[in-house]
């Protein structure tokens, strides 16, 4: 069973940074594909970032060059470095995991989800 755990959120002023985590269990980021997600006030989740097994990634167009998406799988840990924070960056962010070997930010692709960690940015 896979097990996701976000923590990390909070506010910041705009331009500013953040790092949000998620814990995995045992075994996922060899077995599952690792996105991150947001949806933000009123819109539909979106994904933000996908990254491989062997650690290739992806990004939406309004994240890149700002957003890097890492993994440790040594503290079976998922990263997301957000720099350069716009208030359009607002929302909750979740990880999820897929088993399908492509970089589709699709959230329905995606069979595990962890509980969210929250975004403000003013």
């Known amino acids: 069973h896979v097990q996701l755990v976000e923590s990390g959120g909070g506010s910041v002023k705009a331009g500013g940074s953040l790092t949000l985590t998620c814990t995995y269990s045992?075994?996922?980021?060899?077995?599952?594909?690792l996105g991150w997600f947001r949806r933000a006030p009123g819109k539909e989740r979106e994904g933000v970032a996908v990254?491989?097994?062997?650690?290739?990634?992806r990004y939406a167009d309004s994240v890149k060059g700002r957003f890097t998406i890492s993994k440790d799988n040594a503290k079976m840990t998922l990263y997301l470095q957000m720099n350069s924070l716009d208030p359009e960056d607002t929302g909750m962010y979740y990880c999820?995991?897929?088993?399908?070997?492509?970089?589709?930010?699709?959230?329905?692709?995606?069979?595990?989800w962890g509980q969210g960690t929250q975004v403000t940015v003013s």
């Open positions: 999820a995991a897929k088993p399908n070997i492509d970089y589709t930010l699709a959230p329905g692709a995606y069979h595990y």
């Open positions: 045992e075994y996922t980021s060899s077995t599952y594909w």
């Open positions: 990254t491989a097994r062997d650690g290739g990634t």
